[in-house]
Nanobody, 132 residues
Framework: QVQLVESGGGSVQAGGSLRLTCQASGYTVNTPCMGWARQAPGKDREAVAVFHTGGAGIHYADSVKGRFTISHDNDNSTLYLQMNSLKPEDTAMYYC?????????????????????????WGQGTQVTVSS
């Protein structure tokens, strides 16, 4: 079981930047797909970025491409989300998640830009508010 603790949320004006941090602990070998999802009031949870800790790729939602950067520090089991050029529509609770990997028809590993209910582990969330 992996435990995830987020930090780094806050309030910024549009165009500003924030960096979210997720500290992972516990048994992480079975959950190499680590990433971030967000949920705004009245909306479904949306995966925004996923990182394969074994080097099998990074994926971003179209809504954040070119503005957000996900990275991982293997030595410290820490996941980051650098968020630049923030927009009011980025306002949401941001959650760190860890999930298992997939294998394609050729046997290559990959992560889906999705976190499976009942399988993925979640942090408690950190609030990001962007004002116009």
């Amino acid at each position: 079981q992996v435990q995830l603790v987020e930090s780094g949320g806050g309030s910024v004006q549009a165009g500003g930047s924030l960096r979210l941090t997720c500290q992972a602990s516990g048994y992480t070998v079975n959950t190499p797909c680590m990433g971030w999802a967000r949920q705004a009031p009245g909306k479904d949870r949306e995966a925004v970025a996923v990182f394969h800790t074994g080097g099998a790729g990074i994926h971003y939602a179209d809504s954040v491409k070119g503005r957000f950067t996900i990275s991982h520090d293997n030595d410290n089991s820490t996941l980051y989300l650098q968020m630049n050029s923030l927009k009011p529509e980025d306002t949401a609770m941001y959650y760190c998640a860890a999930d298992g990997q997939y294998l394609n028809a050729g046997g290559s590993r990959y992560c889906a830009l999705d976190f499976r209910p009942g399988f993925a582990s979640w942090g408690q969330g950190t609030q990001v508010t962007v004002s116009s």
